[in-house]
């Protein structure tokens, strides 16, 4: 998993030097959104001191900040509307993330959205029906256990921020991928997996909003065609991981 570094820099700002500086920034910006460095940045203002700023910028890494974008035509231009403010900083640091962390409750998981665990359960149930009716995708799955929708549904309520059962009762990610290990899907089973799921998200009733379908389809997308790669006879097994974990509008990355 890549592992990103954000800078902190902590400027003290005269209320009357706000406005230009300000400014300054919004010129500046442009040239930090184009280095293929940037992850991202955002410049916020202290609410309870208005001379206190705060800009994080998100860098693949120390070095590429450091030895990319420093020495990259892009910085003279950027640090030519900046330049006036350094005497105003206090802190410029890079910081790495820790092992703490993770999601409040103020947005709701896509678990939680989707309606929870009964929730996946009606998808599971709707979604196998469809498969074992269906001429393209029946052969895959002959010999079906009972219980094989009932663990794709903690699967998925997992993935989608819901409590890690599949974990403790089946495995991690591997277990999950070396079902697939040489079952042969083609891209035309695939897709058709793809289309029965998203006619079983609507007859089990999952929300129907573009956020949340968005996301729902985006890790369709995602596992099956990871299932697809992994059913070809030159793939290798992954090395042991978790579960991965899905929010609104973001994919974990993938490491083989």
Same mark, same amino acid.
Request: glycine share 8%; aromatic share 14%; charged share 25%.
């Given at each position: 998993?890549?592992?990103?570094?954000?800078?902190?820099?902590?400027?003290?700002?005269?209320?009357?030097? *706000?406005?230009? /500086?300000? %400014?300054?920034?919004?010129?500046?910006? +442009? $040239?930090?959104?184009?280095?293929?460095?940037?992850?991202? &940045?955002?410049?916020?203002?202290?609410?309870?001191?208005?001379?206190?700023?705060?800009?994080?910028?998100?860098?693949?890494?120390?070095?590429?900040?450091?030895?990319?974008?420093?020495? *990259?035509?892009? /910085?003279? %231009?950027?640090?030519?509307?900046?330049? +006036? $403010?350094?005497?105003?900083?206090?802190?410029?640091?890079? &910081?790495?993330?820790?092992?703490?962390?993770?999601?409040?409750?103020?947005?709701?998981?896509?678990?939680?959205?989707?309606?929870?665990?009964?929730?996946?359960?009606?998808?599971?149930?709707?979604?196998?029906?469809?498969?074992?009716?269906?001429?393209?995708?029946?052969?895959?799955?002959?010999?079906?256990?009972?219980?094989?929708?009932?663990?794709?549904?903690?699967?998925?309520?997992?993935?989608?921020?819901?409590?890690?059962?599949?974990?403790?009762?089946?495995?991690?990610?591997?277990?999950?991928?070396?079902k697939h290990l040489g079952r042969h899907i083609t891209e035309p089973q695939r897709r058709r997996w793809v289309n029965l799921i998203q006619d079983a998200a609507d007859e089990a009733g999952l929300p129907t909003d573009?956020?949340?379908?968005?996301?729902?389809?985006?890790?369709?997308?995602?596992?099956?065609?990871?299932?697809?790669?992994?059913?070809?006879?030159?793939?290798?097994?992954?090395?042991?991981?978790?579960?991965?974990?899905?929010?609104?509008?973001?994919?974990?990355?993938?490491?083989?």
């Amino acid at each position: 998993m890549t592992v990103h570094t954000a800078e902190y820099i902590r400027y003290r700002i005269p209320e009357d030097r *706000s406005a230009e /500086f300000l %400014a300054a920034y919004t010129r500046a910006a +442009p $040239y930090l959104a184009a280095s293929p460095h940037c992850v991202d &940045y955002e410049l916020s203002r202290c609410e309870e001191d208005f001379e206190h700023y705060i800009l994080r910028i998100t860098w693949t890494s120390t070095e590429d900040h450091l030895e990319g974008f420093r020495t *990259s035509d892009l /910085f003279p %231009a950027f640090f030519a509307e900046i330049g +006036p $403010y350094v005497e105003n900083i206090d802190e410029m640091r890079h &910081y790495r993330p820790t092992a703490v962390h993770g999601p409040g409750s103020a947005v709701p998981s896509l678990y939680d959205w989707a309606g929870g665990a009964e929730a996946f359960s009606r998808l599971t149930d709707a979604f196998y029906a469809r498969v074992v009716k269906d001429d393209r995708l029946a052969p895959l799955f002959e010999g079906l256990a009972p219980e094989h929708a009932e663990h794709v549904a903690l699967w998925l309520a997992e993935v989608f921020g819901g409590p890690k059962t599949y974990s403790a009762t089946q495995g991690g990610h591997g277990h999950m991928v070396a079902k697939h290990l040489g079952r042969h899907i083609t891209e035309p089973q695939r897709r058709r997996w793809v289309n029965l799921i998203q006619d079983a998200a609507d007859e089990a009733g999952l929300p129907t909003d573009a956020e949340f379908r968005s996301a729902f389809l985006a890790y369709v997308e995602w596992g099956t065609r990871l299932a697809l790669y992994f059913s070809g006879p030159d793939a290798k097994p992954p090395a042991e991981q978790p579960v991965p974990k899905w929010n609104w509008g973001a994919a974990p990355p993938y490491q083989g």
